[in-house]
């Protein structure tokens, strides 16, 4: 009988050790697959304001984050993205939910680019989170035709937001929060 323990014993650890190959396989293509998103909001930025690569490429660091919004008075949305160090050159991948409140309605699929003036302010976005307050949009935007403006209250604060909405159709003034978390399954 000692033997078949040792035999299952070691299918235990050979089912163990494969769960937590396939789970680390399953958070480098989650952790891939924002790092091409992020690369695309890049571009996507410097495309429509040239003078935000310099801007990126000076700042303390930068996050992307891809999300997907619903609103009609109450509405919420969800993101997932990274913030990187420019000068560690660390990565945080994060994950975003905002709720809000208000004359709004609409739905809408969108990306943010995030500049940090400081790394005391990275330090503090990735380690503690961060509240957004306060927004007013109008999106009409279907493919890649369309306008988009939007504004958000922060652009005083140390980090510079670019909000770009890749499709959805939105209007409205809203009171809300948003919160950052970093994304304990795939750091």
């Known amino acids: 009988m000692f033997p078949r323990s040792r035999t299952a014993l070691a299918l ?3 089912a163990a050790a494969s769960f937590q190959a396939q789970a ?25 304001r040239p003078a935000a690569r310099t801007i990126v490429a000076r700042s303390a660091g930068y996050g992307c ?4 919004g619903v609103s009609l ?68 935007r279907v493919s890649d035709r369309g306008i988009a ?4 209250e922060a652009l005083r604060d140390p980090i510079a937001i670019y909000p770009m909405t890749r499709a959805g159709l939105a209007a409205g003034v809203a009171a809300g929060g948003r919160r950052y978390w970093r994304d304990d399954e795939i750091n």
């Open 12 to 14: 235990l650890l050979l």
């Open 73 to 140: 008075l109450l509405g919420g949305a969800g993101a997932r993205g990274l913030v990187r160090d420019n000068v560690s050159g660390q990565e945080v991948y994060m994950n975003m939910g905002q709720a809000t409140a208000g004359l709004d309605i609409g739905i809408k699929d969108y990306r943010e680019v995030l500049v940090f003036r400081d790394r005391e302010t990275i330090q503090r976005f990735v380690d503690s989170g961060w509240q957004i307050a306060g927004t007013a949009n109008a999106t009409l």
């Open 149 to 152: 403006s939007e504004i958000t």
């Open 24 to 48: 680390a396989d399953e958070a480098a293509l989650q952790r891939a697959e924002i790092r091409r998103m992020c690369d695309e909001a890049l571009s996507t930025l410097y495309a429509a």
């Open 65 to 68: 984050f891809s999300g997907f």
